[in-house]
C-alpha cells in the first residue's frame, strides 16, 4: 500500500530461497520433460508477487496446463539428436516396403549405383551446369540422387550449441543439382493451375475430407453462439479454411452486415479495411486520415447501434500486411467491441507470435481447429512461390513471347544488351550494361536518333520485365536482364 | 457471396451490407436489456443469461471493492496536491501496479471514473499509441480536457458543446488550454461568495499515463518540461503506472526533467477473488484455469473470460444444464417446461439404477431428477462450508501438504474424496502435535465463520448440531486453563525427584524412565486435542464427499478438460500432428503408421513433402527433393529411370503433373513457413524449424 515516498517498495518477504538461478534451474529442468523449456528470465520476481504462493522452495508446476497436448513440445521443438537419413536412404526404406521383391532388388541396386555415383562424383560441377541443357544423357545417368549429402557431417557429433555458433560460417553441403535439369523448371501458374484441377484424391481420403468438414460445419450454431457472447473465433490447422469461414458466412451471416478480409492479398492494408467499414458500410462523411482515429470513430458509431452486429472475417490474420503491432492493435480495439465480431484463420506456424498478452486480451479468442487437408490454392495464388513461374522475374518462354511483338528496332536493341551481358558473363561482379554504354552503341547502329527515343524504348522493356534498370553509386544506370546465363545463350540462339 | 465473391485481384476486403442501412440519428437512447440473442427461446440460454448477469455483477464489485483501498490514499493525495504551493513541481503519484496489462486497464477505468466523481472533472487518460510525439499527445490531452468537460457538463450548453467541438486538432495546444481553464474558473469565482479563495475552487487537471513504459522516453520528457512552466496557472498532478520499478522512471527522465516532478510512490494490491454461483467447475477444469492464470498471463480478466466460455460451453449441452440455478423454485419451474426429449437426453448421461423407468416415464424423472438436485446442492453447500473449516486448519501447516489456498483445496476436493487422501492424513497426523495455542485460534477462527452463517435461522439443524460440539469442545479447552494448575504440582513432583542426590548411572536410567513414561502418558490437554480432531475428522469424511460420486452431478459441475484447446490453441502442434501423421484427422486405413518417421505413399502431398524436408539440414536442394517425392508417390516408374527421361513426350502428362503436386505442396510449406526460399546457392531452400 501507499508506502511513502521511499524508492525501493515491494521487497518480497520470502525468507530462505535459493539464488533465483538456482530456481531458474530447477525450474528449467522441471519444465523439461514437456519440451517447454521457456525463457524464464531472473525477472520472474514480478511473476511471483503472490508472496504466500511463493514461501517454499518447491515451484508450482502447471498440473494440467501440458498434459494432455495432442503432441508433445519435444517433437516440435527439440533439437533432434537421432541421424538424418538423407532423402536417398529415406526413399530406399519407403520404396522397399511396399513393393514386390523383383522393384524391391531393382530399387536397392539402383541407389547403390546412385550411392555410389554420388561418392566418385565430386567437383565437376561446373561441366555439369554448362552441358546440363543440350547434353543431359551422362549427367542424367547419375540418376536422382548424386550427392544427396544434405546432412553436414561435422556438426553431427557436437553439441547444439556448437551449430548454432558455426552455422553462418559453415559451408552449405548440399549438392549442385538445379532445377534447370528438368524440362520445364518452373511451372508457370496458369499450367499449375490447370494441372492441378485435374489431380484426384484417392477415394477413401475424398470420403475422409467430406466427414472432416461434416463435423467441422457441425459446430457452426456454436460459433454464432460464441461470438454473440463476445468472444472471437479463430481457426486453425492444417489446410484452408477459407472455404469453412465463407459457408459459414453464407449460412449463417446473412442477415447481418460482413466484412471479408484477405489477409494473403498484397497490397492490402489495415487502412483499406477500415475505409471498408467507414465508407462503404456507414456511409460517414467523415473519414479520418488517422487509423486510431478511424477506429475510434467506428467503435463510437457501433457503440450507438447496439442492434447491429457487424461480422468481420479475416482470411489470414496473420498475412503479411496485416502482420505488424499497429494494425493487429487496431483489430484488437475493433473485435473488443461488443458489437463487432471476429472471424479469423491462422495457418503460419508461427502465427500465435504476433499477439502478447495484452492484444490476446482483447482478441478474446477461442481457438478452434478446423484442419481440412484442402489446399491453398487462393491463398497461394499471391504467394511469390519458389518453383512457380513468377511474373515477377522472367522466363524463357514469356520472353521469346513478348520478343516476337517487338518491333525491329527494339529487337535490335534488347539483343545488344544480350550479346554484352553474355559476353560478361565470366565477370562474377556484371553490374549490367550501362546506359551511356547502349546508347552509343545504338547510335552506332543506327538504330535510335536521340536519347529519348532510347528511353521510350527501354520503359517498354522494363514494363514487361524483360530488363531491370539499377542505379550505381556514382549515378550511372545500369540495365541488366534477370535471366540466367545459359538461358539467356538459348534464347540468343533461336533469334540469331 | 460464395466462393468468387471474395477473390479478386484488385482488392482485398469486401463488404456485404446484407440490408444493413446505417442510420442517419446517432443519438437515439439506447434501451436497457433489450440485449436479445438469437437463443433466447433456449432454456438454457436463458439459465446462463441471467447466471452471468450475476456473477459479472459479483465480479465488478469485488473489483470496486479491492480497487477502493487503492484509490482512497490516491485521492488524498491528489485533492491535497495543490493545497499548498508547488515551486515548479508537478506532483506526482506513481502508481506500481506489477506486470497485469490486460487488467489494468480496467483499473485506470475505474480509476478516472472515481476521479471524475470525487475529485475533480478534469481527466486525461493518455495511452502510449495514441501519443507517438508530443504534438499528438498534447492534442490528445487538451482535447480530453476540453471535450470531455462539455460533455459533462450537462445539455445547457449545448450550443457551445458545438462551438468548441469545431476548435481543429491542430489548434489545441497548452495555451488554449490555459485560456480555458481560465475562462471555466473565472464564472466560477465571480458566482461564488468572495471568501472562497480561487486557489481552493479550482478543480487540478490529472493527467493518468497508465503504461509508462511503453512511452518514449524523449516525448515524456519534453511533455513534462512543458508543462513544468505551466503548472503554476493550471495545476497539473500526474499519475502514472509503472508495471516494473520505480527505477524505470529514474532511468527514463534524467535530473532536469526529474526535477520538475514530486514523485510520491502507492503500491496497489495484488488482486484477490472468489466467486459465488451454483454453476461450479470441475476439478480438471478448475486446475487449467488456475494453471493457465499462473502461467501464461496472469490475467484476472482473461480468467474471468475463461469461466464465461466454461459455462457456455456447459449450458450449451442442452436444456438440463438449465437446471444449473440457485432458486429451487426457478428449478420447479424448468422441470415443468421440460419436454420428453430432454428428459431422454439428460437421462442417457445417468448411470442410475432404475435406468430403464426413468426413460420412459418422464414424471419419475423429474421427480428422481429434482431430488437428486436438492441433494447434490445441500452437499455442495456443505462442502463449501467445511472445506472452508478444514482451510483454516490447514493452511499453516508446515510445508502445508493441503495446499495454502483454498483453491488448492477446492480442486482437490472436487475431483476426490480429499478425506482419502493421504495428504489428509499427514495434516491431521500435523494437527496432531499442535501447540494449545494454534489449535484454539484455529477453532475460534472456524466458530467465527460457521456462526457467521447460521445466525438468522433457529430450527435446528446438522449445522447447528456441528456448532455445538464445536462450542462444548471450545468450553473445554478453555477449561483448561483453570484446570492446569492440577497438572503443575504432578510435574514438580517429578521435578523434585530428579534434584534428589543420586549418582550418574541413577539418574540416567531415570531420566529414561521418565521420558518413557511421558510419551506414553497423555495429558488431559492431549486428550482433548486428540478428541476434537477425532470429532473434525468424522464430520470432515461426513461432509466432504466429492460431488462426482452424486448422481447428475453432470448438471452443476463442468468437467471436461477439452476446453483446453479451446482457451489455449494448440496451433503448432495440430499442424505438426496434421503434417506427421494425416491419419491422426482423416481416419482413412491407408494412411496408417507405426511411428511418426514411416512414409505412405498414400498421404496428402504435403505430408510427404514434409516428412521427406524433415531429413535434411539446414538447406534443402528442391531438386532433390522432388525426386525423392517422385519416387515416393510413383516408384514403379524407377525401372529405367534414364529412359523416361529422355523422351518426355511419353510421360510428360505424369511426370509434369507430379511436378506440380509437389509444386503445390512446396508453396503450402513455404506459406505454412517451415521452408524460404534462399539466396545462397541456386534452387536451394533454407529450413525454418529444428524439430520434426
Redesign the interface.
Known amino acids: 500500500m501507499a508506502s511513502g515516498s521511499s524508492p525501493l517498495i515491494r521487497k518480497t518477504t520470502r525468507q530462505k530461497k535459493p539464488s533465483l538461478k538456482a530456481l531458474e534451474s530447477l525450474y528449467i529442468s522441471k519444465l523439461k520433460h514437456s519440451g517447454f523449456v521457456r525463457q524464464s528470465s531472473s525477472d520472474d520476481d514480478n511473476n511471483f508477487t503472490d508472496e504466500d504462493d511463493y514461501q517454499d522452495v518447491e515451484i508450482e508446476k502447471p498440473k494440467l496446463l501440458h498434459s494432455n497436448d495432442i503432441v508433445h513440445g519435444d517433437e516440435i521443438f527439440k533439437f533432434h539428436t537421432q541421424k538424418r537419413q538423407g532423402l536417398a536412404r529415406k526413399v530406399a526404406e519407403v520404396c522397399n516396403e511396399n513393393t514386390p521383391y523383383i522393384e524391391r532388388r531393382k530399387a536397392k541396386t539402383k541407389i547403390e549405383k546412385l550411392l555410389q555415383d554420388a561418392d566418385s562424383s565430386g567437383s565437376d560441377n561446373t561441366e555439369e551446369s554448362d552441358s546440363e541443357v543440350e547434353i543431359p544423357k551422362p549427367a542424367r545417368s547419375k540418376g536422382k540422387f548424386s550427392k544427396t549429402k544434405l546432412q553436414p557431417t561435422a556438426s553431427r557429433g557436437r553439441s547444439k550449441y556448437n551449430i548454432l555458433q558455426t552455422a553462418p560460417q559453415k559451408k552449405i553441403c548440399t549438392s549442385n543439382n538445379t532445377l534447370d535439369k528438368l524440362e520445364t523448371p518452373r511451372l508457370p501458374q496458369y499450367q499449375l493451375q490447370k494441372l492441378l484441377q485435374d489431380t484426384k484424391l484417392s477415394q477413401e481420403h475424398e470420403r475422409a475430407l467430406k466427414s472432416l468438414s461434416e463435423i467441422n460445419t457441425g459446430f457452426f450454431s456454436k460459433w454464432v453462439f460464441l461470438l454473440n457472447e463476445n468472444f472471437n473465433i479463430l481457426v486453425y490447422g492444417l489446410g484452408s479454411k477459407r472455404n469453412i469461414l465463407n459457408q459459414f458466412h453464407t449460412e449463417y451471416l446473412k442477415d447481418s452486415p460482413v466484412i471479408v478480409v484477405n489477409g494473403f492479398f498484397p497490397t492490402l492494408s489495415i487502412k483499406s479495411i477500415l475505409d471498408g467499414i467507414i465508407v462503404d458500410l456507414l456511409e460517414l462523411e467523415e473519414n479520418p486520415a488517422n487509423i486510431n482515429e478511424a477506429a475510434e470513430l467506428i467503435i463510437q458509431e457501433f457503440n450507438s447501434m447496439p442492434k447491429t452486429h457487424l461480422y468481420l472475417i479475416v482470411h489470414n490474420i496473420e498475412g503479411e500486411i496485416l502482420r505488424n503491432s499497429k494494425t493487429q492493435n487496431i483489430l484488437a480495439k475493433l473485435s473488443a467491441t461488443k458489437n463487432i465480431h471476429l472471424l479469423a484463420s491462422i495457418d503460419h506456424i508461427n502465427a500465435p507470435l504476433i499477439w502478447d498478452h495484452k492484444k490476446l486480451n482483447k482478441f478474446n479468442y477461442i481457438w478452434w481447429d478446423v484442419t481440412s487437408f484442402s489446399p491453398y490454392t487462393v491463398e497461394n495464388s499471391f504467394e511469390l512461390s519458389l518453383m512457380v513461374q513468377q511474373s515477377g522475374s522472367l522466363a524463357l518462354s514469356s520472353l521469346r513471347n513478348v520478343f516476337v511483338s517487338l518491333t525491329s528496332n527494339s529487337k535490335r536493341i534488347y539483343t545488344i544488351i544480350v550479346k554484352h551481358q553474355l559476353q560478361n558473363a565470366k565477370n562474377q561482379y556484371y553490374q549490367g550494361l550501362a546506359f551511356k554504354d547502349l546508347y552509343m552503341a545504338c547510335r552506332e547502329a543506327f538504330i535510335v536518333s536521340s536519347d529519348l527515343a532510347l528511353r521510350a524504348q527501354l520503359a517498354e522493356f522494363t514494363d514487361h520485365k524483360m530488363v531491370k534498370m539499377k542505379r550505381s553509386v556514382d549515378g550511372t544506370e545500369y540495365l541488366i536482364i534477370p535471366l540466367a546465363k545459359d538461358l539467356l545463350q538459348k534464347f540468343l540462339e533461336e533469334n540469331a | 457471396?460464395?466462393?468468387q465473391h471474395?477473390?479478386s485481384v484488385s482488392?482485398?476486403?469486401?463488404?456485404?451490407?446484407?440490408?444493413?442501412k446505417?442510420?442517419r440519428k446517432?443519438?437515439h437512447k439506447?434501451v436497457v436489456g433489450?440485449?436479445k440473442?438469437?437463443?433466447s427461446n433456449n432454456l438454457w440460454y436463458q439459465s446462463y443469461f441471467a447466471l452471468w448477469k450475476k456473477i459479472e455483477q459479483d465480479i465488478e464489485e469485488l473489483n470496486v471493492e479491492m480497487l477502493v483501498?487503492?484509490l482512497s490514499?490516491?485521492m488524498i493525495?491528489i485533492k491535497n496536491s495543490h493545497d499548498n504551493g508547488t515551486d515548479g513541481e508537478i506532483p506526482t503519484a506513481a502508481l506500481?501496479t506489477?506486470?497485469n496489462?490486460?487488467d489494468h486497464e480496467f483499473q485506470f477505468k475505474a480509476l478516472s471514473n472515481q476521479i471524475k466523481l470525487t475529485v475533480s472533472p478534469h481527466v486525461s487518460v493518455l495511452h502510449s499509441?495514441?501519443c507517438q510525439n508530443l504534438k499528438y499527445l498534447i492534442e490528445n490531452m487538451v482535447n480530453q480536457f476540453i471535450n470531455e468537460h462539455d460533455t459533462c457538463t450537462t445539455h445547457m450548453e449545448m450550443e457551445e458543446e458545438d462551438s468548441s467541438k469545431q476548435i481543429k486538432k491542430s489548434l489545441l495546444n497548452l495555451p488554449l488550454l490555459q485560456s480555458w481553464y481560465e475562462d471555466l474558473y473565472k464564472e466560477n469565482i465571480s458566482t461564488t461568495p468572495k471568501k472562497h479563495k480561487s486557489k481552493t475552487r479550482r478543480n487540478v487537471l490529472v493527467v493518468i499515463i497508465p503504461d509508462l513504459e511503453s512511452f518514449s522516453a524523449q516525448v515524456l520528457q519534453k511533455f513534462i518540461l512543458l508543462v513544468s512552466w505551466y503548472v503554476d496557472k493550471l495545476p497539473f498532478v500526474f499519475v502514472f503506472g509503472i508495471?516494473?520499478?520505480?527505477?524505470t522512471l529514474?532511468t527514463m527522465l534524467p535530473y532536469k526533467v526529474s526535477s520538475k516532478i514530486n514523485?510520491?510512490?502507492?503500491?496497489s494490491?495484488?488482486s484477490l477473488f472468489a466467486l459465488s454461483c451454483p454453476f461450479k467447475l470441475g476439478g480438471?477444469v478448475f486446475?487449467?484455469l488456475i494453471?493457465?492464470f499462473?502461467?501464461?498471463?496472469?490475467?484476472v480478466?482473461?480468467f474471468i473470460?475463461n469461466i464465461?466460455?466454461a459455462m457456455?460451453e456447459h449450458f450449451?449441452q442442452g436444456n438440463a444444464r438449465a437446471l444449473c440455478t440457485s432458486d429451487s423454485k426457478e428449478i420447479k419451474r424448468i422441470l415443468q417446461s421440460f419436454t420428453h426429449e430432454d428428459c431422454e437426453n439428460e437421462g442417457k448421461n445417468e448411470t442410475y439404477q432404475n435406468r430403464i423407468k426413468l426413460l420412459s416415464d418422464d414424471e419419475y424423472f423429474k421427480s428422481v431428477l429434482e431430488e437428486e438436485i436438492t441433494k447434490i446442492r445441500k452437499c455442495v453447500r456443505r462442502l463449501h462450508v467445511f472445506l472452508k473449516c478444514l482451510h483454516f486448519l490447514v493452511n499453516d501447516l508446515p510445508?502445508?501438504p493441503l495446499g495454502?489456498?483454498v483453491r488448492e483445496l477446492y480442486s482437490l476436493a472436487v475431483s476426490t474424496n480429499i478425506t482419502k487422501t493421504p495428504e489428509y492424513k499427514e495434516c491431521f497426523q500435523l494437527l496432531g502435535f499442535q501447540s494449545k495455542e494454534e489449535l484454539t485460534s484455529k477453532l475460534s477462527k472456524i466458530m467465527k465463520y460457521v456462526s457467521s452463517l447460521l445466525n438468522d435461522t433457529n430450527k435446528p439443524n446438522k449445522m447447528k448440531i456441528f456448532m455445538d460440539e464445536l462450542n462444548n469442545y471450545w468450553n473445554e479447552i478453555n477449561n483448561l486453563d483453570m484446570n492446569t494448575p492440577e497438572d503443575k504440582p504432578h510435574s514438580v513432583q517429578e521435578d523434585n525427584l530428579i534434584l534428589g542426590q543420586m549418582d550418574r548411572k541413577q539418574l540416567k536410567e531415570k531420566l529414561l524412565g521418565m521420558s518413557k513414561q511421558t510419551d506414553k502418558r497423555m495429558n488431559r490437554y492431549e486428550n482433548l486435542r486428540k478428541n476434537i480432531l477425532n470429532f473434525l475428522s468424522g464430520v470432515f469424511e461426513e461432509y466432504l464427499i466429492e460431488p462426482s460420486s452424486l448422481y447428475f452431478h453432470e448438471i452443476f459441475f463442468f468437467n471436461h478438460?477439452s476446453i483446453?484447446?479451446?482457451?489455449?490453441?494448440?496451433?503448432?502442434?495440430?499442424?505438426?500432428?496434421?503434417?506427421?501423421d494425416?491419419q491422426?484427422?482423416?481416419?482413412?486405413?491407408?494412411c496408417e503408421i507405426p511411428n511418426?518417421l514411416?512414409?505412405?505413399?498414400?498421404m496428402?502431398d504435403?505430408c510427404i513433402t514434409y516428412?521427406?524436408h524433415?531429413?535434411?539440414?539446414?538447406?534443402?536442394?528442391?531438386?532433390?527433393?522432388?525426386?525423392?517425392f517422385?519416387?515416393?508417390v510413383d516408384?514403379?516408374e524407377?525401372?529405367d529411370?534414364?529412359k523416361r527421361?529422355?523422351d518426355?513426350e511419353l510421360q510428360?502428362p505424369l511426370?509434369?503433373?507430379l511436378?506440380?503436386?509437389?509444386?503445390?505442396a512446396?508453396?503450402?510449406l513455404?506459406?505454412?513457413?517451415?521452408?524460404k526460399?534462399s539466396k545462397?546457392?541456386?534452387?536451394?531452400?533454407s529450413r525454418l524449424?529444428?524439430?520434426?
Not at chain 2, 482488392?11 to 444493413?20: E, I, L, R, S
Not at chain 2, 499462473?294 to 490475467?299: C, E
Not at chain 2, 514411416?598 to 498414400?602: A, C, H, N
Not at chain 2, 524433415?614 to 525423392?628: F, P, V
Request: include cysteine; glycine fraction near 4%; hydrophobic fraction near 40%.
Open positions: 457471396m460464395g466462393d471474395t477473390v482488392k482485398g476486403v469486401f463488404v456485404f451490407k446484407n440490408n444493413f446505417p442510420s446517432k443519438k439506447m433489450a440485449n440473442s438469437i437463443f483501498s487503492v490514499d490516491l493525495f506500481l506489477g506486470i496489462m490486460p499509441q495514441d508495471a516494473t520499478s520505480i527505477n529514474h514523485i510520491r510512490v502507492f503500491n494490491q495484488p480438471r486446475n487449467l494453471d493457465i499462473l502461467f501464461y498471463d496472469f490475467s480478466s482473461n473470460q464465461k466460455f457456455a450449451s510445508k502445508a495454502k489456498q478438460i483446453q484447446n479451446y482457451i489455449v490453441g494448440t496451433h503448432r502442434s495440430a499442424i505438426h500432428n496434421a503434417l506427421n494425416p491422426y484427422y482423416l481416419q482413412c486405413k491407408c511418426s514411416v512414409i505412405r505413399p498414400s496428402p504435403i516428412k521427406l524433415l531429413e535434411c539440414g539446414k538447406m534443402i536442394n528442391l531438386y532433390d527433393w522432388l525426386q525423392a517422385l519416387s515416393i516408384p514403379m524407377s525401372e529411370d534414364s527421361i529422355v518426355p510428360y511426370e509434369i503433373n511436378q506440380a503436386r509437389f509444386t503445390q512446396i508453396t503450402e513455404e506459406f505454412l513457413g517451415f521452408v526460399s545462397r546457392k541456386a534452387d536451394h531452400v524449424t529444428w524439430g520434426g
